[in-house]
T-cell receptor, first 112, second 115 residues
Framework: GENVEQHPSTLSVQEGDSAVIKCTYS??????FPWYKQELGKGPQLIID?????GEKKDQRIAVTLNKTAKHFSLHITETQPEDSAVYFC???????????FGAGTRLFVKA | SQTIHQWPATLVQPVGSPLSLECTVE??????LYWYRQAAGRGLQLLFY??????ISSEVPQNLSASRPQDRQFILSSKKLLLSDSGFYLC??????????????FGPGTRLTVL
């Protein structure tokens, strides 16, 4: 079945450094790749997404890249701040599909 | 703008008791609706999704059931809770746009503890 693998499971960085989270997906029909940020005790919030016709997208300090050939996509956070500390989930879904497959999550710690 | 509500926010229930969690969406019509469960420190497991009133698809066999009595209302139920039903339950919605991208938006969640 469809699967999304996410690495690392835990990531600790110093404030101001960059953080990179990587995901791979198995379903070649996937064409939409959202990233969610979940703070403690809250529901996940969509922070950025990328569609299959785009290789890279940037929004201020966060960027996502997509390599459809390799079925890889990544989240890049630059100039990290303590408020970036949270669990981040990658996900993949296909056109017309109702199911979004989520990665297992990455717990990011940003040390001040 | 669209908003999604879940209640209760937290719930402690004894084993064998019934369960009813409610989710409502405002500001949109005919949404796709989803129930997920998140075990402590784990990812999101899709339990049910619905593309319309009375239409429920189950993803995993379990002790739970879902219903959609109204367009923007989604209910998660159980007749008898198990210890393994403990977790963080999330409702989500997406626009019913047929072949378009499936952006999902999550509610605040309900933390269920079964004792």
């Amino acid at each position: 079945g469809e699967n999304v693998e996410q690495h690392p499971s835990t990531l600790s960085v110093q404030e101001g450094d960059s953080a990179v989270i990587k995901c791979t997906y198995s379903d070649s029909a996937s064409n939409y790749f959202p990233w969610y940020k979940q703070e403690l005790g809250k529901g996940p919030q969509l922070i950025i997404d990328i569609r299959s016709n785009v290789g890279e997208k940037k929004d201020q300090r966060i960027a996502v890249t997509l390599n459809k050939t390799a079925k890889h996509f990544s989240l890049h956070i630059t100039e990290t701040q303590p408020e970036d500390s949270a669990v981040y989930f990658c996900a993949a879904s296909g056109t017309g599909g109702f199911k979004t497959i989520f990665g297992a999550g990455t717990r990011l710690f940003v040390k001040a | 703008s669209q908003t999604i509500h879940q209640w209760p926010a937290t719930l402690v229930q004894p084993v064998g008791s019934p369960l009813s969690l409610e989710c409502t969406v405002e500001g949109t019509s005919n949404p796709n609706l989803y129930w997920y469960r998140q075990a402590a420190g784990r990812g999101l497991q899709l339990l049910f999704y619905s593309v319309g009133i009375g239409q429920i698809s189950s993803e995993v066999p379990q002790n739970l059931s879902a219903s959609r009595p109204q367009d923007r209302q989604f209910i998660l139920s159980s007749k008898k809770l198990l210890l393994s039903d403990s977790g963080f339950y999330l409702c989500a919605w997406s626009a019913h746009r047929g072949g378009s991208y499936n952006e999902q938006f999550f509610g605040p969640g309900t933390r269920l503890t079964v004792l």
